[in-house]
């Protein structure tokens, strides 16, 4: 994440941080694939406020749930976008899974 001179209310909001500190950022992804084809993401800031730890923790707990709905979906075939998934990322379900159970471990 990055935030210049074209986002000041980004830029502020990060100097006024503090550390350590929970932020909720919204803004534009851009993914892009180095030459040595490593795919590399970043996210250019359009609005970053500060959140406790509990909107932080619901939000850990909504998009775990989300992602295990999404697992089981795609282990039963059930998913409406299967093939768009399979073209454009990993299936390895054990990888979503882990990261999961790294998040929820990430609250306590």
Do not use: H
Not at 22 to 32: D, I, N, R
Not at 50 to 63: F, G, I, P, Y
Not at 77 to 105: H, K
């Amino acid at each position: 994440m990055y935030a210049g001179q074209y986002q000041p209310d980004a830029t502020r909001a990060l100097t006024d941080a503090s550390v350590p500190e929970f932020l909720a950022v919204v803004g534009k992804v851009s993914v892009y694939t180095t030459e040595d084809g490593r795919v590399m993401t970043s996210i250019r800031p359009e609005t970053i406020s500060a959140v406790d730890a509990l909107v932080r923790d619901r939000w850990v707990l909504e998009t775990s749930r989300q992602t295990l709905d999404r697992i089981k979906e795609l282990e039963e075939g059930s998913c409406e976008n299967l093939s768009m998934i399979e073209e454009n990322y990993s299936t390895d379900l054990e990888q979503y899974r882990q990261m999961v159970a790294s998040a929820l471990e990430s609250m306590q």
